[in-house]
């Protein structure tokens, strides 16, 4: 039997190319974007290269799945006309044109999007996110939106997990073999390949093969509509005596919980949502597995769990609700409370589609319900990102104005004395806004910075924020900040670099600097670089273990050394656009630059790069 489904693989595969040609086509055009991307890290240094290799992250998987949607939906109308794919590629190419091409802040995609975001940043996650959900959703809703039943779409899903599953271990099978094959070759012929060859074969095999094999398991809509659901008698019993005893053990855990709280008066706790989450999560799955009992003559037992299950999750999604309360009144409003809060309302729901009985295609509408909440609560005025920052950011205004400030932004004295200020209050209200202006500033957020300018960056006024010392001292207000300052700066390996002209020679450097190497002025950063002329080695040492002396004549003299010094501006490299550091007779081309300086006593500087020498 095995052998046979093995044999029918070659015509499966070839089936799946006539099928769906647009999105087989667009599945090796997904290779090619991640090997295109692979190849071409350098053009991470430019604004446009940056948002090419987002559109390129996001366009061709996204793209696949609404071609397949879409053949999907012609198949059911029988319809081969070709206008519907080009619409709905036409549409989504201009969106995610529209999307990538749009951000204009260069925060916004230096693969930190989560820890540094502007509002654009987030709408641009969120709207992937509502594209690639909504389009995943859609294989399985949309063919069948028009029957009046789901017996089609209960066959189509559970053969299409059975056709994922199967394209899976086939491909992950595929992946060992030829990467072992490439190992082998290499270990025997004394070649080593470049780990590069590995990402490829891996490429192929994650965004070719797997959904080709995918696509090639995908049952006929015809064929669903044809069969009638049925579970066999192994999994009738596996769902009887397994995961049936599974789910209602942890309803009576819950119900003892809540027996708990109504005993002792303890409040639910933060954890409990996720358990909630969970515990909803897979009686939506087991419910979706039962469904062909619906259709069995008679009152049976798996029948009446249908009916018990949701209603005996009420007041477990209600024990979330108060949990939520609760947490929402002790630390306010955020973002992440919000979702929290959504998602709770769609349990609720989830448990009214499955107790009416006049809705007779369920899982069409808490599909439908899911996308219209997700779309809200990510991509429109409502969404948590914006009632978060506009509750967020008015207790920070009233903060300030309690403080009597009215003219923004603050100056750096002024913000440093409103934080330490606050901090001393040391009451609920304050330690809240606290924290909120500590998650802004690190988020570089750019309404904040109207009003303080304070950004992850200005650790003298952030450290301020976190730490409890900073009101330890009473004089504390009168004592001089000190401004702390750190930067990093990092290019690509393959990254082209500029040659000065008259360059005579380069040297290759990568030095940690000691103390009295280099110096903080001011807003200046001053290092020298001292060179032996002869040898062409890079050294900032007087020992002679710290570089040869491949110079030194007969009587044991020492090379000659010019000294270069360079000096850059605070700003300049707080920008992380520097490239290049020049002085009289000498640049550097930098390919990795941190700077850090904590205290007056406490400092460092490594820079690592090219040493032109005029």
């Known amino acids: 039997m095995v052998l046979d489904a093995f044999k029918k693989y070659p015509s499966q595969i070839s089936s799946a190319f006539r099928r769906f040609p647009v999105a087989s086509a667009l599945a090796f055009f997904t290779f090619f974007a991640l090997v295109y991307s692979t190849e071409h890290t350098e053009i991470f240094e430019r604004l446009a290269g940056m948002r090419f290799l987002a559109w390129l992250g996001i366009y061709p998987i996204a793209a696949m799945l609404i071609s397949l949607t879409t053949s999907l939906v012609q198949e059911s109308l029988k319809n081969e006309s070709k206008l519907p794919q080009a619409i709905s590629g036409a549409a989504w190419l201009a969106l995610s044109i529209i999307l990538a091409f749009g951000i204009t802040s260069s925060v916004a995609m230096q693969f930190s999007l989560l820890a540094h975001y502007s509002t654009l940043t987030y709408y641009f996650i969120a709207s992937t996110a509502l594209v690639y959900v909504t389009a995943t959703l859609s294989i399985f809703i949309a063919p069948f939106w028009k029957d009046k039943d789901e017996n089609a779409f209960w066959i189509f899903l559970f053969k299409n997990l059975k056709a994922l599953v199967v394209a899976a271990l086939v491909t992950a099978l595929l992946l060992a073999s030829v990467e072992a094959l490439v190992f082998c070759f290499g270990a025997l012929f004394e070649h080593d390949f470049d780990e590069k060859v590995y990402f490829y074969i891996f490429y192929f095999c994650a965004s070719a093969v797997f959904p080709i094999l995918y696509f090639s398991g995908i049952p006929a809509i015809e064929e669903c509509h044809r069969e009638t659901p049925a579970l066999n008698k192994f999994a009738t019993s596996t769902i009887r005596f397994l995961f049936v005893p599974v789910l209602s053990l942890a309803i009576l855990l819950f119900y003892a919980y809540i027996v708990?709280?109504?005993?002792?008066?303890?409040?639910?706790?933060?954890?409990?949502?996720?358990?909630?989450?969970?515990?909803?999560?897979?009686?939506?799955?087991?419910?979706?597995?039962?469904?062909?009992?619906?259709?069995?003559?008679?009152?049976?037992?798996?029948?009446?769990?249908?009916?018990?299950?949701?209603?005996?999750?009420?007041?477990?999604?209600?024990?979330?609700?108060?949990?939520?309360?609760?947490?929402?009144?002790?630390?306010?409003?955020?973002?992440?409370?919000?979702?929290?809060?959504?998602?709770?309302?769609?349990?609720?729901?989830?448990?009214?589609?499955?107790?009416?009985?006049?809705?007779?295609?369920?899982?069409?509408?808490?599909?439908?319900?899911?996308?219209?909440?997700?779309?809200?609560?990510?991509?429109?005025?409502?969404?948590?990102?914006?009632i978060s920052q506009r509750v967020w950011m008015g207790s920070i205004r009233e903060a300030l104005a309690e403080a009597g400030y009215t003219e923004f932004p603050l100056s750096k004295e002024d913000a440093r004395k409103f934080v330490i200020d606050l901090r001393k209050k040391d009451d609920k209200k304050s330690k809240l806004v606290a924290s909120r202006m500590l998650e802004l500033?690190?988020?570089?957020?750019?309404?904040?910075?109207?009003?303080?300018?304070?950004?992850?960056?200005?650790?003298?006024?952030?450290?301020?924020?976190?730490?409890?010392?900073?009101?330890?001292?009473?004089?504390?207000?009168?004592?001089?900040?000190?401004?702390?300052?750190?930067?990093?700066?990092?290019?690509?390996?393959?990254?082209?670099?500029?040659?000065?002209?008259?360059?005579?020679?380069?040297?290759?450097?990568?030095?940690?600097?000691?103390?009295?190497?280099?110096?903080?002025?001011?807003?200046?950063?001053?290092?020298?670089?001292?060179?032996?002329?002869?040898?062409?080695?890079?050294?900032?040492?007087?020992?002679?273990?710290?570089?040869?002396?491949?110079?030194?004549?007969?009587?044991?003299?020492?090379?000659?050394?010019?000294?270069?010094?360079?000096?850059?501006?605070?700003?300049?490299?707080?920008?992380?656009?520097?490239?290049?550091?020049?002085?009289?007779?000498?640049?550097?081309?930098?390919?990795?630059?941190?700077?850090?300086?904590?205290?007056?006593s406490s400092k460092s500087l490594r820079i690592k790069g090219i040493l032109f020498v005029e």
């Open 260 to 386: 708990k709280f109504i005993v002792l008066w303890d409040m639910p706790q933060g954890m409990v949502s996720y358990f909630v989450s969970g515990f909803m999560i897979y009686m939506l799955a087991l419910v979706t597995i039962l469904y062909p009992t619906r259709l069995a003559p008679g009152n049976t037992f798996e029948k009446k769990l249908l009916k018990v299950f949701p209603a005996a999750c009420i007041p477990l999604v209600v024990m979330m609700s108060v949990g939520l309360i609760r947490r929402i009144s002790d630390y306010g409003i955020s973002a992440e409370r919000i979702y929290a809060a959504t998602i709770n309302i769609y349990f609720y729901i989830i448990i009214a589609v499955f107790l009416i009985d006049k809705i007779k295609c369920k899982s069409r509408y808490i599909a439908v319900i899911f996308c219209a909440i997700f779309f809200v609560i990510t991509d429109t005025p409502l969404s948590a990102y914006s």
């Open 441 to 600: 500033a690190e988020a570089h957020n750019p309404e904040f910075t109207e009003y303080l300018l304070i950004t992850g960056y200005d650790y003298a006024f952030t450290k301020d924020l976190a730490e409890d010392e900073c009101c330890e001292d009473s004089d504390s207000t009168d004592a001089e900040p000190f401004d702390q300052f750190e930067v990093s700066i990092e290019y690509p390996e393959k990254a082209v670099l500029q040659v000065p002209r008259g360059t005579k020679g380069a040297v290759a450097i990568d030095h940690y600097f000691n103390n009295d190497e280099f110096e903080f002025t001011g807003d200046t950063l001053t290092f020298r670089i001292s060179l032996k002329e002869d040898s062409g080695c890079s050294c900032n040492s007087d020992e002679s273990d710290a570089c040869p002396d491949s110079t030194a004549g007969p009587a044991g003299e020492s090379a000659t050394r010019t000294v270069y010094s360079f000096t850059v501006d605070r700003q300049a490299l707080k920008q992380d656009s520097t490239r290049q550091i020049k002085t009289d007779g000498a640049a550097i081309a930098i390919s990795y630059l941190h700077a850090e300086e904590e205290s007056k």
